[in-house]
Structure formats: structure tokens, C-alpha cells
């Protein structure tokens, strides 16, 4: 049951913007877009939400196309430590669980 | 920065015996879960608890499977009878309200033999 596609893996340089695509087409409107990372086998780790708004904190940037169909995750400055599997995941609000996919593997290289 | 701690890291346990798995929230947290990802598998959802009662659960937490917070501080999850394919990473996660990003632990790696 994914709702979100995502490309299995990209390189992006250190010290650039790596800019990591998700497909959500059928999202409804109760549905937030949330992203979330795991570096090798620790647990995942929150990076942001949003709902249709772009929205920036200090791990990242989200931006949110107009019709909510897609959306870009953005590390401005990507470090070595930045290497993760990073998941799109999308929720309705107030649901409780998370529905991980495969995600995208990133790996930044020096 | 506050962290949800879990224990121990690695157990190693016989087929059809009974384990718990710990799990320290972030103290002001009312949200709890547990996931599990098999080695190379994707990360799944198996509890959610609120309000000292389950909130969710998928189809793989069976009657084998049962959360407690027994006080205010710790979240257990219980293996009655554990199987070869119970063999997993399990994580614990909290969070203070139920639509804001969850704080996942590291995990206990499960391996039943």
C-alpha cells in the first residue's frame, strides 16, 4: 500500500544541496508529507513535516508542490554524515503509525 | 537533547522462550510505539500505545506480542513465545503529541535461535 515513490538511491557531493524527490499523486487533504532518515541501522530520525506550506528547520528544507502531488526534501550543505536511507512517508493527521517504504539511499561522497 | 533509551542492545534468546524488551520514553512524551525491521527488510509498524491503552496495531502484533508501561517512566514489550522469525531490530519511539515527528531509540537486536 505505498502512497509514495521515491528513486532507490542518488550521490550528491559534500559540501553541496542534495535534493531528494518523493511522488505522493494520491494524497488526500488530510494527509501530511513527513520525512524521516536512518543512518546505517540506527532508528529513524525525524527531519521535518509539512502539509502544503514549504517549511525549513535547521536539518532541511521541505517543499511542497501547489497540488500537493509531489515534494523535495532539501539538505542545504550536505555532509559525510548526511549519508542515510532517507523515507518520504505520507499520514494522515492523528493516525498513529508510520508506513515506511524502501526509501532513498543517499550517499554523500567526499 | 533528549533521547528514548532502549535495552539491552543485542539479546540473544532460545526459540520459544520469552522475552522483554525495554524501552525508556522521553519523559514528557504521551505517545509510545514499537517497530520492528528485519535484517534488510523496511522498518514496520507494530504498536502504538496512549492513555495507557493500545491505540493501534498492525497484523503482525499477535497475541504472542504485549506492550505495558508498568510506571511512569518505562515501556516494555513482551515475546511470550519467541520464533525464529521474530529475529529483528526493535525500536521503541515516543512522542508528545500524536501528528509532530516521533523520537525513535537505537534499538535492541533481537536474534532467536
Known amino acids: 500500500d505505498a502512497k509514495t515513490t521515491q528513486p532507490p538511491s542518488m550521490d550528491c557531493a559534500e559540501g553541496r544541496a542534495a535534493n531528494l524527490p518523493c511522488n505522493h499523486s494520491?494524497?488526500?487533504?488530510?494527509?501530511?508529507v513527513y520525512w524521516y532518515r536512518q543512518i546505517h541501522s540506527q532508528g529513524p530520525q525525524y527531519i521535518i513535516h509539512?502539509?502544503?506550506n514549504n517549511e525549513t528547520n535547521e536539518m532541511a528544507s521541505l517543499i511542497i508542490t501547489e497540488d500537493r502531488k509531489s515534494s523535495t526534501l532539501i539538505l542545504p550543505h550536505a555532509t559525510l554524515r548526511d549519508t542515510a536511507v532517507y523515507y518520504c512517508i505520507v499520514r494522515v493527521y492523528n493516525d498513529y503509525k508510520l508506513s515506511f517504504g524502501a526509501g532513498t539511499t543517499v550517499t554523500v561522497r567526499a | 537533547e533528549p533521547e528514548v533509551t532502549q535495552t539491552p542492545s543485542h539479546q540473544v534468546t532460545q526459540m520459544g522462550q520469552e522475552v522483554i524488551l525495554r524501552c525508556v520514553p522521553i519523559s514528557n512524551h504521551l505517545y509510545f510505539y514499537w517497530y520492528r525491521q528485519i535484517l534488510g527488510q523496511k522498518v514496520e509498524f507494530l504498536v502504538s500505545f496512549y492513555n495507557n491503552e493500545i491505540s493501534e496495531k498492525s497484523e503482525i502484533f499477535d497475541d504472542q506480542f504485549s506492550v505495558e508501561r508498568p510506571d511512569g517512566s518505562n515501556f516494555t514489550l513482551k515475546i511470550r513465545s519467541t520464533k525464529l522469525e521474530d529475529s529483528a531490530m526493535y525500536f521503541c519511539?515516543?512522542?508528545?503529541?500524536?501528528?509532530?515527528?516521533?523520537?525513535f531509540g537505537s534499538g535492541t537486536r533481537l536474534t532467536v535461535v
Open positions: 494520491t494524497i488526500s487533504g488530510n494527509e501530511y
Open positions: 509539512g502539509l502544503k
Open positions: 519511539a515516543s512522542s508528545s503529541t500524536n501528528n509532530y515527528g516521533y523520537t
